[in-house]
């Protein structure tokens, strides 16, 4: 059994910072990577940022320079990553989602995980 927990959301004004978290806890062995992807209600779900096992950070270009993504921690197989989030602004009212993708007891290759999501919402 495997959990995917986002938390952090909130609404916040234009210019603001937000920190998302993100624990991926359960039967895992190992993690290839862990990112997030928002989606707005009506289009489709995209990348905001990842970060592979002993990898660089990869960001879309919108969010480039104003989120940072941070490393994979693990700790007693629970493994954590945060989203800090600069300089928000309201295109990046989203539902937040986690993925991780790891290999657990139950199966030994690397499928994706996803949490339930977090509500951003950047208003004035």
């Known amino acids: 059994q495997v959990q995917v927990v986002e938390s952090g959301g909130g609404l916040v004004q234009p210019g603001g910072s937000l920190r998302l978290s993100c624990a991926a806890s359960g039967s895992i062995v190992d993690f290839e990577s862990m990112g997030w992807y928002r989606q707005v209600t009506g289009k489709q779900r995209e990348l905001v940022a990842s970060?592979?096992?002993?990898?660089?950070?990869?960001?879309?270009d919108a969010v480039t320079g104003r989120f940072t993504i941070s490393r994979v921690s693990a700790k007693n197989t629970v493994y954590t990553v945060y989203l800090q989030m600069n300089n928000l602004a309201p295109e990046d009212t989203a539902v937040y989602y986690c993925?991780?993708?790891?290999?657990?007891?139950?199966?030994?290759?690397?499928?994706?995980?996803w949490g339930k999501g977090t509500l951003v919402t950047v208003s004035s």
């Open positions: 970060m592979a096992k002993g990898g660089n950070p990869n960001y879309s």
């Open positions: 993925s991780a993708k790891i290999a657990t007891m139950a199966h030994d290759y690397y499928i994706p995980y």
